[in-house]
């Protein structure tokens, strides 16, 4: 009886210990990431949540002000326009990116000669360092007559020349155009994944029953690349609502300063923080950024489950 | 019959035109960049323009290096990138072998905080971070873009999603023949991992080579400066000089293109694999 309980305690033990052992080595193999990422990506987040409610200029001590940041920025006529803006900008650039993607990786799905260059070739905008790509279209979309662009229009559609990025009229325009020719290539390689993770069975099937081409796309097609298109749809507006750089490049003046007709929400907070130094006012943008992002991820999630209960 | 072969081929033909059409939006900016930077400047912008024909003018490749400190740009970007992509892949394989495939009291709890962190954009916490690096006296260095770069949530994501589609089995056999996690981690699962790891290495790259925002908050003085941040500060100090500009933009091109590909035959398997897609 002693002994059969000294046996149970020791396996018992023993299996603690075991869990114990492996436990460690679990968390030896996630220590070297997450020790990085705890220190300067989860405690910068939450610096910043806190900082939105502060005044502060970067050397005298914090100063807790309430929501007082939040009242000044959306009564100040450049974060409003940089909202509007940018949210102009998404709505044009989601869905124009994965129409355009999508159409590309059905026609790059199909047994044609040259498909890997074709890939290739739209893939490669994507991976093309910015600045570089940007000073080309610069140079193409020049709003001088000569431009290689507006030359072009006007020979060809008999369009007069247009002053493109330097215009309040046609920058976001312009941006908009860049973004998708510059970015489309990527949610064309996850459209295609998606689309050869697709049974081919089911496009057999749908040929038995007499489907054509069109009818294919829409009852088997579309509603098997629902996922890819919930994933692609989030990431294309996470990433316009992030965007910056493409606007600095094309519409930042030599000082790289952007005007209220082009300016974004991070540009926003880039000048307030790195500019103007009211790191309070910019945080409180942060926040307005993370808000948005957060409620486009939630809904996203909401569809997501719809679709599954379907 | 013969009507159906008709049609195929009209549908063929036009699934080429709209392709040979797409092909050559993507392509004739890059083959204006590299026309352009080798001409004189003032034949760059005359009608039409002159795509072959002419005398190329080497010189501009010469004298860039002379104009900036485009050496020292390089070299920086270089050692940037590749120390960043080589923490990547390791920190977040090793992690993600963790996530995938060992049992431990609050994995789940953590896998979801890191994931949650994917949809948090960085600029959204940059100006926090970049004070907390100045405090840590890490403004101006190279360690801040490495430590910016190096442990991002979406590589442990991407290689965790890939390690799940390796059956479980495979492991237990390891185990029971003796081998550590450790052992099985570098014997078996890294090898495995190719195409995972050749579509984390393109990311990586690209996104350290192309980085903009970083090094434009992070390094202020000129010797630390990178590529990029180089290239448009050249752009802004002598606009005019078109031929010189698209030297630079070719030459900050050459290692992406090299690194795309050399590792693209694994791309899209590798997405398609490791769930990026959803």
């Given at each position: 009886?002693?002994?059969?309980?000294?046996?149970?305690?020791?396996?018992?033990?023993?299996?603690?210990?075991?869990?114990?052992?492996?436990?460690?080595?679990?968390?030896?193999?996630?220590?070297?990431?997450?020790?990085?990422?705890?220190?300067?990506?989860?405690?910068?987040?939450?610096?910043?949540?806190?900082?939105?409610?502060?005044?502060?200029?970067?050397?005298?001590?914090?100063?807790?002000?309430?929501?007082?940041?939040?009242?000044?920025?959306?009564?100040?006529?450049?974060?409003?326009?940089?909202?509007?803006?940018?949210?102009?900008?998404?709505?044009?650039?989601?869905?124009?990116?994965?129409?355009?993607?999508?159409?590309?990786?059905?026609?790059?799905?199909?047994?044609?000669?040259?498909?890997?260059?074709?890939?290739?070739?739209?893939?490669?905008?994507?991976?093309?360092?910015?600045?570089?790509?940007?000073?080309?279209?610069?140079?193409?979309?020049?709003?001088?007559?000569?431009?290689?662009?507006?030359?072009?229009?006007?020979?060809?559609?008999?369009?007069?020349?247009?002053?493109?990025?330097?215009?309040?009229?046609?920058?976001?325009?312009?941006?908009?155009?860049?973004?998708?020719?510059?970015?489309?290539?990527?949610?064309?390689?996850?459209?295609?994944?998606?689309?050869?993770?697709?049974?081919?069975?089911?496009?057999?099937?749908?040929?038995?029953?007499?489907?054509?081409?069109?009818?294919?796309?829409?009852?088997?097609?579309?509603?098997?690349?629902?996922?890819?298109?919930?994933?692609?749809?989030?990431?294309?507006?996470?990433?316009?609502?992030?965007?910056?750089?493409?606007?600095?490049?094309?519409?930042?003046?030599?000082?790289?300063?952007?005007?209220?007709?082009?300016?974004?929400?991070?540009?926003?907070?880039?000048?307030?923080?790195?500019?103007?130094?009211?790191?309070?006012?910019?945080?409180?943008?942060?926040?307005?950024?993370?808000?948005?992002?957060?409620?486009?991820?939630?809904?996203?999630?909401?569809?997501?489950?719809?679709?599954?209960?379907? | 019959?013969?009507?159906?072969?008709?049609?195929?081929?009209?549908?063929?033909?036009?699934?080429?035109?709209?392709?040979?059409?797409?092909?050559?939006?993507?392509?004739?900016?890059?083959?204006?960049?590299?026309?352009?930077?080798?001409?004189?400047?003032?034949?760059?912008?005359?009608?039409?323009?002159?795509?072959?024909?002419?005398?190329?003018?080497?010189?501009?490749?010469?004298?860039?290096?002379?104009?900036?400190?485009?050496?020292?740009?390089?070299?920086?970007?270089?050692?940037?990138?590749?120390?960043?992509?080589?923490?990547?892949?390791?920190?977040?394989?090793?992690?993600?072998?963790?996530?995938?495939?060992?049992?431990?009291?609050?994995?789940?709890?953590?896998?979801?905080?890191?994931?949650?962190?994917?949809?948090?954009?960085?600029?959204?916490?940059?100006?926090?971070?970049?004070?907390?690096?100045?405090?840590?006296?890490?403004?101006?260095?190279?360690?801040?873009?490495?430590?910016?770069?190096?442990?991002?949530?979406?590589?442990?994501?991407?290689?965790?999603?890939?390690?799940?589609?390796?059956?479980?089995?495979?492991?237990?056999?390891?185990?029971?023949?003796?081998?550590?996690?450790?052992?099985?981690?570098?014997?078996?699962?890294?090898?495995?991992?190719?195409?995972?790891?050749?579509?984390?290495?393109?990311?990586?790259?690209?996104?350290?080579?192309?980085?903009?925002?970083?090094?434009?908050?992070?390094?202020?003085?000129?010797?630390?400066?990178?590529?990029?941040?180089?290239?448009?500060?050249?752009?802004?100090?002598?606009?005019?000089e078109y031929g010189l500009i698209m030297a630079a933009s070719c030459i900050s091109l050459i290692p992406v293109v090299?690194?795309?590909?050399?590792?693209?035959?694994?791309?899209?398997?590798?997405?398609?694999?490791?769930?990026?897609?959803?």
């Open positions: 009886m002693t002994a059969a309980t000294t046996v149970k305690t020791t396996s018992v033990e023993e299996a603690n210990r075991r869990k114990l052992k492996q436990a460690l080595v679990a968390y030896s193999f996630i220590a070297p990431n997450f020790i990085g990422f705890a220190i300067f990506t989860l405690g910068p987040i939450i610096l910043a949540m806190i900082m939105a409610f502060m005044e502060w200029d970067g050397s005298n001590p914090w100063k807790f002000v309430g929501i007082q940041n939040f009242v000044t920025i959306f009564s100040d006529d450049r974060f409003l326009a940089s909202l509007k803006n940018t949210v102009i900008y998404s709505i044009f650039t989601v869905p124009l990116t994965l129409m355009i993607a999508l159409g590309l990786a059905i026609l790059l799905n199909q047994k044609i000669k040259g498909r890997n260059f074709f890939r290739t070739v739209t893939f490669f905008p994507y991976v093309a360092s910015l600045v570089a790509v940007a000073a080309v279209w610069n140079m193409l979309f020049t709003p001088a007559k000569g431009g290689v662009i507006n030359q072009l229009l006007l020979n060809l559609f008999h369009i007069p020349a247009l002053k493109w990025a330097a215009s309040p009229k046609t920058v976001l325009m312009t941006i908009i155009m860049f973004s998708i020719w510059k970015n489309m290539g990527y949610y064309m390689v996850i459209y295609l994944a998606g689309l050869q993770n697709i049974n081919t069975e089911l496009y057999e099937a749908a040929g038995l029953d007499g489907a054509n081409v069109w009818q294919k796309f829409k009852y088997v097609t579309v509603p098997q690349l629902k996922p890819t298109t919930f994933f692609v749809i989030i990431m294309l507006t996470i990433n316009c609502f992030k965007v910056y750089d493409i606007v600095y490049m094309l519409a930042g003046g030599s000082n790289g300063v952007i005007n209220k007709s082009a300016i974004v929400l991070v540009y926003y907070i880039y000048e307030e923080a790195f500019r103007n130094w009211n790191l309070g006012i910019a945080s409180a943008g942060s926040l307005v950024l993370f808000a948005i992002v957060l409620a486009i991820t939630i809904i996203q999630f909401s569809g997501e489950k719809n679709y599954a209960n379907d | 019959m013969k009507s159906k072969s008709t049609n195929e081929t009209i549908g063929k033909t036009l699934v080429y035109t709209v392709l040979i059409v797409f092909a050559a939006i993507m392509l004739i900016p890059f083959i204006w960049m590299i026309t352009a930077s080798l001409k004189f400047n003032k034949d760059i912008f005359v009608i039409p323009y002159q795509w072959f024909g002419y005398e190329p003018q080497w010189r501009n490749y010469l004298d860039i290096w002379t104009k900036i400190p485009l050496l020292t740009f390089t070299k920086n970007t270089v050692k940037l990138t590749l120390i960043v992509t080589f923490f990547q892949l390791l920190t977040s394989s090793f992690a993600a072998y963790a996530f995938a495939k060992l049992r431990f009291r609050g994995r789940d709890f953590l896998f979801l905080a890191y994931v949650a962190t994917i949809a948090i954009p960085w600029q959204s916490y940059m100006v926090p971070q970049f004070l907390f690096m100045r405090r840590l006296g890490l403004a101006d260095t190279h360690l801040s873009i490495i430590i910016l770069q190096a442990f991002t949530a979406f590589g442990v994501f991407m290689m965790r999603q890939f390690y799940e589609g390796i059956p479980d089995s495979l492991c237990e056999a390891a185990r029971i023949d003796g081998m550590s996690e450790y052992q099985i981690y570098l014997s078996i699962m890294l090898p495995l991992s190719k195409p995972a790891l050749s579509t984390l290495t393109i990311f990586t790259f690209v996104n350290t080579w192309n980085d903009f925002l970083g090094p434009l908050i992070y390094l202020t003085s000129e010797s630390k400066k990178t590529l990029q941040i180089g290239l448009k500060m050249f752009i802004s100090q002598y606009s005019a090299i690194v795309f590909l050399m590792l693209q035959k694994y791309f899209v398997a590798g997405i398609a694999s490791s769930g990026v897609k959803g």
